[in-house]
């Protein structure tokens, strides 16, 4: 499914990234989610939210 239409970029995409550790802004300069109209910005932060509740604690969640 395509979360930005403007930039062509998949909940796959964005999945991804979040589990190769991305943040919203690092996904954000990437892939350029939400830097166009803007109308895709708050879905792929609850989608970045959900996929990163998913996700196992890092173990070094102290310096992370
Ligand atoms: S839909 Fe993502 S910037 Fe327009």
Known sequence: ??????????????????????S???IRQKYGVATDCGCCGQMAK???????ATLPPCEFSEAC
């Open 1 to 22: 499914m395509y979360v930005c239409l403007c930039k062509a970029v998949t909940q796959q995409q964005i999945e991804d990234a979040v589990e190769d550790g991305y």
């Open 24 to 26: 919203y802004a690092q």
């Open 46 to 52: 609850q989608m970045i939210r959900e996929k990163t």
